[in-house]
């Protein structure tokens, strides 16, 4: 399952953002409320959603200004990819938000709007935060 997020546009140049992006200590702020028992260093987080568990997640891919992809790490409940693509446009950064996910399909008709409100809410609050 692919979706989509919105695209949002970043008062800040790909490369503050993309340094904000890459350490996980600043990500917190950018998770929902239903995220609960934050842990993180600079390359792995580990928290937990009501209802799935505990999740644990690492950089999959970093593309120095240009793209984030965050995923599992190791076994959890969920087999997923975060993706935020950068770029820039007259001084500023356009993102954008995917989540892949492989889920049976009884599955991903459930996580479909939750899994698009996360993805929205991150960029939103990427927005808010730069």
């Known amino acids: 399952m692919d979706i989509k997020g919105k695209q949002v546009i970043i008062n800040k140049n790909p490369q503050q953002v993309y340094e904000f992006l890459a ?3 600043n990500i917190k ?3 929902p409320e239903q ?3 934050w842990e993180s260093d600079k390359e792995t987080c580990s928290f937990k959603i009501s209802g799935i568990g505990k999740i644990k997640m690492k ?3 970093k593309q120095p200004y240009s793209l984030i992809e965050m995923g599992p790490d190791g076994s959890g409940p969920l ?3 975060l993706k935020i693509n950068l770029k820039e446009q007259d ?3 356009v993102a954008e938000g995917n989540i892949y996910a492989d889920l049976n399909p009884m599955l991903a008709m459930m996580a479909k709007r939750p899994l698009e409100n996360l993805m929205n809410e991150i960029t939103s609050k990427l927005q808010g935060k730069l």
Do not use: P, R
Request: hydrophobic share 40%; no cysteine.
């Open 29 to 31: 702020g950018l998770m």
């Open 23 to 25: 350490d996980f200590n």
């Open 35 to 37: 995220v609960q028992d």
């Open 91 to 93: 001084g500023k950064t």
């Open 59 to 61: 950089y999959l891919n």
């Open 79 to 81: 087999n997923f990819a």
